[in-house]
């Protein structure tokens, strides 16, 4: 089943790079993308989407495509287009490091260690963490940190690596083990973003952006939390990180709904109108490939994370995806970008389509995504 779905989304791809010409989707409305300039924090799925496409068919229109998104990328970052914000590494290490690792192209390296400096910019001494949005010093963002971030630290992780320069490695361990501490809460469920004061550094409290209250679990926080620690474990070996993504997944797992796809808040009322997540399980189901990698064969939670996958992603391709729609834009229905702000709340959204072809390609091909070499 896995090899049809992906054929498909191979199939669905290559239409959508005469549709989208040279610009970048993003969600959908009513059934069709969304399309920018590459200034939106979703740009590099698209990229992702095409390099993954491309390793799978090996046509060449794929990689010709995902090369002039990277040349985009490096237009975005000379000219600082839309960076202000913690998702540089979303945007470059699907796109200029995707061709790195593929190709082994030397100005796609740079640019990416160009990338990573920017990110390393966001650090704010005084509070010891990454800022999630704005400038520096600004009244409110100036104190947030934020779970989706911990998809943001492999392309720190990645710089240590190549450069021998440990300023990126300490920067993204200091953001993951802030991330657990205050992020991640007792129960192993978390807060969307967290505030410290400026000045002092002291914490403030959890907050949410997309979730149903403050104290709530907005479900793809969690993802990104589950497949995230387990990221920052593959880096740094940190047992710590390993035990926090799994105990994340354990959450999720046993939050989830009869068909496997989680509403978009754990804690939101259900009824039958409340909109579900599929980009959550996408994610989710990457994060427990990753979290598996890791278990000994004997480990006790192997089994019950292996048939969480299977679950999840047998009810992605049967119930969510478009397998049997061959003029359907998107590759997974009913993500949820933002309920309460009423964005996108039923819709596509590219990350959504990334995260299930990564999470196909893992099964069929143990392809591993473009997190880290
Ligand atoms: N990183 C933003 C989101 O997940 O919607």
């Known amino acids: 089943m896995w090899k049809l779905a992906i054929e498909d989304a191979v199939k669905k791809t290559r239409k959508n790079i005469e549709h989208f010409g040279e610009l970048f989707p993003h969600v959908s409305v009513n059934g069709k993308y969304e399309l920018n300039n590459n200034d939106d924090w979703t740009d590099g799925f698209w990229s992702g989407l095409l390099w993954l496409c491309y390793e799978y068919s090996k046509d060449p229109v794929f990689k010709e495509k995902a090369i002039q998104t990277v040349d985009s990328f490096q237009n975005r970052l000379n000219k600082n287009i839309v960076l202000n914000h913690h998702d540089i590494?979303?945007?470059?290490?699907?796109?200029?490091?995707?061709?790195?690792?593929?190709?082994?192209?030397?100005s796609a390296r740079e640019l990416t260690l160009?990338?990573?400096?920017?990110?390393?910019?966001?650090?704010?001494?005084?509070?010891?963490?990454?800022?999630?949005?704005?400038l520096k010093n600004d009244e409110i963002e100036g104190g947030r940190i934020i779970i989706d971030c911990l998809l943001?630290?492999?392309?720190?992780?990645?710089?240590?690596?190549?450069?021998?320069?440990?300023?990126?490695?300490d920067v993204a361990?200091?953001?993951?083990?802030?991330?657990?501490?205050?992020?991640?809460?007792?129960?192993?469920?978390?807060?969307?973003?967290?505030?410290?004061?400026?000045?002092?550094?002291?914490?403030?409290?959890?907050?949410?952006?997309?979730g149903y209250t403050n104290g709530s679990t907005w479900t793809r926080g969690q993802a990104w939390g589950i497949y995230g620690f387990a990221l920052s474990y593959h880096s740094t070996k940190k047992l710590a990180y390993l035990e926090t993504a799994k105990r994340m997944a354990k959450y999720f797992i046993e939050h989830l709904p009869e068909d496997y796809v989680p509403y978009w808040d754990f804690c939101a009322p259900i009824n039958e109108n409340t909109p579900r997540d599929s980009s959550a399980a996408s994610i989710a189901v990457c994060g427990l490939l990753e979290i598996i990698?890791?278990?000994?064969?004997?480990?006790?939670?192997?089994?019950?994370?292996?048939?969480?996958i299977q679950s999840m992603m047998k009810s992605l391709v049967e119930k969510y995806s478009t397998i049997?729609?061959?003029?359907?834009?998107?590759?997974?229905?009913?993500?949820?970008?933002?309920?309460?702000?009423?964005?996108?709340?039923?819709?596509?959204?590219?990350w959504g389509d990334y995260f299930y072809l990564e999470a196909?390609?893992?099964?069929?091909?143990?392809?591993?995504?473009?997190?880290?070499?």
Do not use: C
């Open 89 to 106: 590494g979303f945007l470059y290490s699907l796109s200029s490091k995707a061709q790195w690792m593929i190709e082994k192209n030397e």
């Open 293 to 308: 990698r890791h278990l000994k064969e004997d480990d006790p939670d192997r089994a019950y994370f292996e048939v969480a």
């Open 324 to 350: 049997n729609e061959a003029d359907a834009e998107g590759l997974l229905k009913h993500g949820s970008y933002h309920v309460r702000g009423n964005l996108a709340i039923d819709d596509y959204m590219i």
């Open 173 to 210: 361990e200091a953001q993951a083990e802030k991330s657990r501490r205050y992020l991640v809460r007792g129960d192993d469920s978390s807060y969307h973003t967290f505030f410290f004061n400026q000045g002092t550094g002291e914490p403030i409290g959890g907050a949410t952006h997309q």
């Open 360 to 373: 196909l390609m893992r099964l069929e091909k143990k392809h591993k995504g473009y997190w880290y070499e």
């Open 152 to 169: 943001n630290l492999p392309i720190l992780y990645w710089a240590s690596e190549q450069t021998g320069d440990p300023k990126y490695l």
């Open 114 to 134: 160009q990338a990573a400096e920017k990110l390393l910019s966001r650090w704010r001494e005084k509070g010891q963490y990454l800022q999630a949005w704005g």
